[in-house]
């Protein structure tokens, strides 16, 4: 008798299995498996030189891989041209056609796949509906502001109902403020469509905002994929706890691992640090422990415990409006980093520590994340 197929047997909707992109001797992409479910926005994450935009272009077809296979929806379309592939890509800067009005360009690849006017006209109509953009249907790009400009740039890469849409910096030509208003936005009208999407993107909030995975890419490879909480608090290496986000790093060794603790001694503090769990790993081992700014307790009082706090100075205060980061200098030299609320301050009617003021940082040993490479 055959299973009935459950969530955890059944077939990815995008495979990407072992791909490979060389030029010479140089691996852009190194190895690269991954999947991706139906419905699903996963963001490639990286700095400039990390391989994201390659791989995206491979799976558009503009580029060939060198090895390895991509199936879409139980399609192998490794090989196939990009026009033959159910994908298509958004561009950073939009590319839309200047001399065509807004309602031209949406339909562009809708006649160049010879649909007849009359669906066309209803696939266009729809669109613009979708995006808000129907009363500007008649306007040029240039006429557009660049938020106008980005929703249309997506109504005529959601026209053609794609199997995959892929966004390469999708919102990357917004100044910062348009970027974070519109970022829900998008996410709100891929999730009305139900299109399947991969994007590129080098803006960590961008992101953490809008993926509902993020694979986080360096050198060709993928460093970690999970979800963005499992990748801001759970990071897998050095590399992601210092890539996502702030965090104080603090090297050690463990001297001491119980089932529900674990004591680490470090050069750079005066007293150990506790976790409240043990890390199964060898004495004597070393480690690094991640510890985000937002998870360092900053007092004047003095704590008793006898772990996880240090005496320090404030050496330098960034103050940001709604928190600020103190960076505290300890007996060591090491700086540590805690976000404090401003509302902190004045709901306990004090003034907030100032430069060279002797302050103690603190935290709770469920805060640092261990970790050994």
């Excluded at 077939?11 to 001797?25: A, S």
């Excluded at 026009?83 to 809708?110: K, W």
């Excluded at 205060?317 to 030299?333: C, K, M, N, W």
Aim: aromatic share 8%; charged share 25%; glycine share 6%.
């Amino acid at each position: 008798m055959t299973a009935t197929p459950t969530e955890t047997t059944k077939t990815p909707y995008l495979q990407i299995q072992g791909l490979v992109k060389k030029y010479g001797d140089n691996y852009a992409v190194d190895n690269v498996d991954l999947n991706i479910e139906r419905h699903e926005i996963f963001a490639l994450l990286g700095s400039s030189g990390s391989g994201k935009s390659t791989l995206l272009r491979m799976l558009a077809g503009m580029e060939r891989p060198s090895q390895g296979k991509i199936l879409l929806d139980g399609l192998d379309v490794t090989y196939q041209a990009p026009y033959e592939r159910p994908i298509n890509m958004m561009f950073q800067s939009y590319a839309l056609f200047p001399h065509m009005s807004v309602e031209q360009n949406i339909a562009f690849g809708l006649k160049q796949d010879k649909m007849v006017k009359g669906e066309i006209d209803t696939r266009v109509e729809e669109m613009l509906k979708l995006v808000q953009m129907t009363k500007f249907a008649k306007r040029k790009p240039h006429q557009l502001s660049g938020g106008q400009q980005q929703r249309i740039a997506l109504a005529r890469s959601l026209a053609k109902r794609p199997k995959l849409l892929l966004l390469d910096e999708p919102l990357g030509a917004l100044d910062k403020k348009l970027r974070q208003q519109t970022q829900l936005e998008l996410v709100n009208m891929l999730e009305q469509v139900g299109v399947t999407c991969i994007m590129v993107t080098h803006d960590q909030e961008e992101a953490m905002t809008m993926a509902t995975r993020v694979a986080i890419m360096s050198d060709g490879k993928l460093r970690q994929v999970g979800t963005p909480r499992e990748i801001y608090d759970f990071p897998n290496s050095r590399f992601t706890a210092e890539f996502i986000g702030e965090t104080n790093i603090i090297a050690g060794e463990v001297i001491e691992d119980a089932a529900d603790y674990c004591v680490i001694a470090s050069k750079e503090l005066s007293r150990p640090v506790r976790l409240g769990h043990g890390i199964t790993g060898p004495e004597d081992q070393d480690i690094w422990v991640s510890l985000r700014p937002e998870d360092v307790n900053l007092s004047r009082n003095k704590p008793t415990a006898d772990f996880n706090w240090e005496e320090g100075k404030v050496k330098e205060i960034a103050y940001l409006g709604s928190f600020a980061i103190f960076h505290v200098e300890l007996t060591s030299g090491k700086i540590i980093k805690s976000t404090v609320a401003s509302s902190r301050w004045y709901l306990a009617d004090e003034e907030p520590p100032t430069w060279d003021e002797t302050v103690y940082v603190s935290w709770r040993d469920n805060m640092p994340v261990p970790l050994t490479r």
